[in-house]
């Protein structure tokens, strides 16, 4: 059984500091890796996803690196702004396609950027 | 980007009554639909996945009796929770996408959730 952990559970940060945030899983037989936003109460923003051929992908200050063999991923935020606030989901698809499209999530960043 | 309309986004009721919740694609047709349960500081768990005009398939644990899903087109997708009780009480979200058919099946789209509360 798949399981997704996320380290750490809660990050304070001063604005402008570059940070990052970890993902772990047990099972590295996975199709893809993304990261989410979530706002208090919202939805999720999905912000970058990496295929498990690739080893990273980058959207703006956010950087996004896959090592699927040691079932690690990390998102690096550049210059972290208080509009950066959120709580950042990893989350992995299982190798079966399809309608067999099920995401395995972790509990999740709780980020807060201090002005 | 896609658009995933969930309705209502908070919903108070008394214990014994059912509650629907609806999750819209509104740009684009929703071959499958995915209702997802999170509850504080724990981790978003996967419910169900409907498929447009079929069965939803339950994951393991999730009473289907309980929790019922109708995916009649392929723009809309309910959630029902029938006689709710207090450990019904979470946040459901919803996420959808054209997984066979779309260059960018690989993206699910999330609506804003539903906070369920019930007394």
């Known amino acids: 059984k798949q399981e997704v952990t996320q380290i750490p559970a809660a990050l304070s940060v001063p604005e402008g500091e570059n940070l990052v945030l970890n993902c772990s899983f047990t099972d590295s037989a996975i199709y893809n890796l993304q990261w989410f936003r979530q706002d208090p109460g919202k939805g999720l923003t999905s912000l970058l996803l990496?295929?498990?051929?690739?080893r990273e992908q980058t959207s703006g200050r956010l950087n996004a690196s896959l090592d699927k063999s040691s079932g690690r991923s990390t998102l690096y935020i550049a210059a972290s702004q208080p509009g950066d606030s959120a709580t950042y989901l990893c989350?992995?698809?299982?190798?079966?396609?399809?309608?067999?499209?099920?995401?395995?999530f972790g509990k999740g960043t709780l980020l807060t950027v201090n002005p | 980007g896609a658009v995933v309309s969930q309705h209502p986004s908070w919903v108070i009721c008394k214990s014994g009554t059912s509650v629907k919740i609806e999750c819209r694609s509104l740009?684009?047709?929703?071959?499958?639909m995915f209702w997802y349960r999170q509850f504080p500081k724990q981790s978003l768990m996967l419910m169900a996945t409907s498929n447009e005009g079929s069965k939803a398939t339950y994951e393991q644990g999730v009473e289907k009796d309980k929790f019922l899903i109708n995916h009649a087109s392929l723009t809309l997708s309910t959630l029902t929770v029938t006689s709710a009780h207090p450990e019904d009480s979470s946040f459901y979200i919803c996420s959808a996408g054209d997984i066979f058919t779309s260059a960018t099946n690989e993206k699910l789209f999330f609506g804003s959730g539903t906070q369920l509360s019930v007394l």
């Open positions: 989350a992995v698809r299982r190798p079966s396609g399809g309608s067999n499209y099920k995401l395995t």
């Open positions: 990496i295929q498990s051929s690739q």
């Open positions: 740009d684009f047709q929703a071959t499958t």
